[in-house]
């Protein structure tokens, strides 16, 4: 099965910004919706934000006005930008799309490693 791959996280200081970005580590027919999810420790995981193919939008109350989910559907790739990043927003945040590796095969959903994200304050 071909997997999710997220790169962009790391260490930064509250206000600071970073860009998540995902895609498919194979060549893959379709992806339909994606979206970014945050675990932090102690917490459960939680949608951040998800959009469709169309570009259709999606955000948790905690993020809106501060991260933009955008995707670029020929590259398959789906970005979070954050920015005035909080401590709060310390998590592993996880990619999440459903995939197609042909025309004639489902759709499936898949998940990626996860990426760390750590605000300082």
């Known amino acids: 099965q071909v997997q999710l791959v997220e790169s962009g996280g790391g260490l930064v200081q509250a206000g600071d910004s970073l860009r998540l970005s995902c895609a498919p580590s194979?060549?893959?027919?379709?992806?339909?919706?994606m979206g970014w999810y945050r675990q932090a420790p102690g917490k459960q995981r939680e949608l951040v934000a998800s959009i469709t193919w169309g570009g259709s939008t999606n955000y948790a109350d905690s993020v809106k006005g501060r991260f933009t989910i955008s995707r670029d559907n020929a590259k398959n790739t789906v970005y979070l930008q954050m920015n005035s990043l909080k401590p709060e927003d310390t998590a592993v945040y996880y990619c999440n799309a459903d995939l197609k590796l042909s025309s004639l095969r489902p759709f499936y959903n898949s998940w990626g490693q996860g990426t760390q994200v750590t605000v300082s304050s």
């Open positions: 194979g060549s893959i027919f379709s992806i339909n919706d």
